[in-house]
């Protein structure tokens, strides 16, 4: 069973055009993320959400829309897409922080969405 | 500031040979969590190792261990016996219990096991 599964793993499409990548975790997790990774592979937190509420809305363009219809579930939607949004997409899920001390809250990632803007 | 530091973008270690990948953090909150993370070119973020901030004994799992210096605010990641798969992007993070549930990643380190 995959744990944080996205779709689709290759998403190629024309400037302009708008698209969705979806997300799921099966872990119990309270907390989902998405991250965007350059080809420098250098990983860039776009959002984050816990329980359906936005917690983390990093500078992202608005034509970024997340939308989280349950706590297990975190999509992204990208209107009107530019040749700089070519990159790979992550989503992860992890438990909320709690009480006064750090838990072992591992961060689970989906296999990433490898998306081309020709 | 950086909050996770990672300064060797390039690594090289002969097969069964260890190597230390570096990695250096910046907090001012007494508890945090340390993470490794394994990005082979396959593409897939696999999850390591953990340390946290109060944990008294190194971490390690299998030929993975961390090399905690609290004072040094430093955890890097010792790998031993190096095999050709452990060819990969090698990314630190951290997490905060002040900022929750932000994670926060290095740059990370691309490290090629030659034969």
């Known amino acids: 069973d995959t744990a944080v599964s996205q779709t689709p793993k290759y998403l190629v499409t024309q400037m302009g055009n708008d698209k969705s990548i979806k997300c799921e975790q099966n872990l119990g997790h309270d907390t989902m993320y998405w991250y965007k990774q350059d080809s420098k592979k250098f990983l860039k937190i776009m959002f984050s959400?816990?329980?359906?509420?936005?917690?983390i809305n990093e500078t992202v363009p608005n034509r970024f829309s997340p939308k989280s219809p349950d706590k297990a579930h975190l999509n992204l939607h990208i209107n009107s897409l530019e040749l700089g949004d070519s990159a790979v997409y992550f989503c992860?899920?992890?438990?909320?922080?709690?009480?006064?001390?750090?838990?072992?809250?591992?961060?689970?990632f989906g296999a990433g969405t490898r998306l081309s803007v020709l | 500031a950086q909050k996770i530091t990672q300064t060797q973008p390039g690594m090289f270690v002969q097969e069964k040979e260890a190597v230390t990948l570096d990695c250096t953090y910046d907090t001012s909150d007494q508890s945090y969590g340390l993470f490794w993370y394994k990005q082979p070119s396959s593409g897939e973020m696999i999850f390591l190792i953990y340390q946290g901030s109060y944990d008294e004994q190194n971490a390690t799992e299998g030929r993975y261990s961390l090399n905690f210096q609290k004072a040094r605010k430093s955890a890097n990641l010792v790998i031993s016996a190096s095999q050709l798969g452990d060819s990969a992007m090698y990314f630190c993070a951290m997490r905060e219990r002040n900022t929750g549930n932000q994670f926060y990643f290095g740059t990370g380190t691309s490290l090629t096991v030659i034969p």
């Open positions: 959400y816990n329980n359906k509420e936005l917690i």
């Open positions: 992860a899920s992890s438990l909320r922080t709690s009480g006064t001390t750090i838990a072992k809250n591992i961060q689970y």
